[in-house]
């Protein structure tokens, strides 16, 4: 019975040893810290950014965590013990890990780049002593998790999803992370999966792409602010036409997110959603794709017949449009890329200009067209006769009261029977 126990007892400490890896990252609490912000460091617009970042952000990253079916590498044969277990399991992972501690030793002073946290106040080098051991078991984790998914329907998404991962519990400045770059490529070129399940030279290509500098460091790094300013010109340009108006004020210093961010997916690892940015390449190719749906909303072989456009407006908006979008080309200062989606306008105004004045007979003709009335003939009055002269209009009034006429009673009020302007040509006479 005893020695059931002590079967039972070992058993869990055997398990006790297995996961004390896992938990022995000694490292500072995640947090994210910025230092050495002024005002200069702040550009204001349609976002707020802070620059100059490089050495003045902090953030610790996390503790990343392996695969469920993860087993730590530790010597066949052996008890397991410090000894025997990871990164001590074997020659090569004692050798790596050899070398990513000569790295630290030099570490800042290793590269051009980590130099420079020497002069930033806030540096402390023992905050990233747990960083070799950070490395050994990232290596790890991810030589794993490729093994285990490697034959899986969806391997690319989820091993891109890992890798990304793990880049982010590097935190910023991500040190160590370059180390972890490194010996990832070397296992993937030295062909260290070649006898996993699942293994071809075009998966671990594609895999091997994931680590290079420019997927890691993010393809687009194009300020928003000079997106919105790329977008607010681009509104500017779009013509004063009716139609257009209430588009334009909508878009009026206000960018929809959907222009600059594509491509949304989910990491559940991160257990986050994200974006790529476009670049401004990208976002101006996106600005002639929308200049081509806009134009397209206006469809005058259908408004003409209709009887919606009214022609006068339409007319003078287009003249005007025309003339404005000229002078924006001369004077202001419009890229290749820009240029393209200014040439749309310009030729769409062009051939909309031209179609409007061949199709002006077709234009048909409301009754209630105020053209087509007659003008009114103004009644002629007395004042109006003689609002030159005064004497004249006395006379006359006292010619329609005498008795050859009786025309107007002692109050002026008017008796006589016969049309008014036979007295009015009498008296002209």
């Known amino acids: 019975m005893s020695k059931k126990n002590n079967k039972k007892h070992t058993h869990k400490k055997a398990k006790k040893k297995r996961s004390k890896p896992m ?21 204001n617009g349609c976002f707020m950014e802070i620059s100059n970042l490089d050495n003045n952000f902090q953030d610790f990253g996390f503790i990343a965590k392996p695969i469920e079916s993860y087993m730590i590498p530790h010597s066949k044969g052996k008890d397991i013990n ?10 090569h992972h004692k050798k790596t890990h050899i070398y990513i501690k000569k790295w630290y030793a030099k570490f800042p ?18 905050n990233y002593d747990h960083v070799p051991q950070k490395v050994m078991y990232a290596l790890s984790f991810t030589h794993q998790f490729i093994e285990n998914k490697l034959n899986d329907p969806n391997w690319f998404e989820e091993i891109s999803n890992y890798i990304q991962y793990i880049t982010h519990s590097f935190g910023t400045p991500s040190i160590g992370f370059g180390q972890y770059v490194y010996y990832m490529e070397q296992y993937l070129k030295n ?47 779009i013509p004063k036409i009716s139609y257009f108006m209430e588009y334009k ?33 990208e976002f101006l190719s996106l600005l ?68 409007f004045k061949d199709m002006e007979s077709d234009f048909p003709k409301t009754k209630n067209n105020t053209n ?26 006292s010619v329609l009261k005498s008795n050859a006429l009786n025309a107007l009673d002692e109050n002026n009020n008017w008796e006589f029977n016969n049309r008014k302007g036979s007295i009015v040509a009498c008296f002209q006479a």
């Open 23 to 43: 938990k022995i990252f000694n490292r500072p609490k995640r947090r994210l810290t910025i230092h050495n912000i002024t005002n200069d460091n702040i550009s």
């Open 82 to 91: 410090e000894k025997t277990y990871f990164p001590n399991c074997c020659e």
């Open 109 to 126: 002073n290793c590269c051009k780049n980590h130099k420079k946290l020497n002069n930033a106040n806030w540096f402390d080098k023992t």
């Open 191 to 237: 062909g260290t999966f070649s006898n996993t399940e699942g293994y071809t030279r075009t998966k671990t290509k594609k895999i091997n792409e994931l680590f290079s500098t420019k997927n890691i460091k993010n393809e687009s790094s194009t300020s928003f602010n000079d997106l919105c300013k790329l977008h607010q010109k681009w509104v500017n340009a």
């Open 249 to 281: 004020k909508s878009m009026s210093n206000n960018i929809p997110m959907a222009f600059i961010l594509f491509d949304q997916k989910y990491n559940p690892y991160l257990d986050m959603s994200y974006s790529k940015a476009r670049s401004k390449k």
């Open 288 to 355: 002639v794709d929308q200049t081509t749906h806009l134009l397209s909303m206006i469809d005058t072989t259908k408004l003409i017949p209709s009887g919606k456009l009214n022609k006068e407006v339409y007319e003078k908006e287009l003249k005007m449009s025309k003339h404005e979008l000229r002078q924006k080309r001369l004077l202001k200062k419009y890229s290749n890329r820009e240029c393209k989606y200014v040439d749309l306008m310009q030729f769409w105004l062009e051939n909309e200009f031209d179609f």
């Open 372 to 397: 087509d009335k007659p003008t009114p003939k103004k009644e002629l009055t007395f004042l109006i006769l003689f609002k030159h002269n005064q004497d004249r209009l006395d006379k006359f009034f």
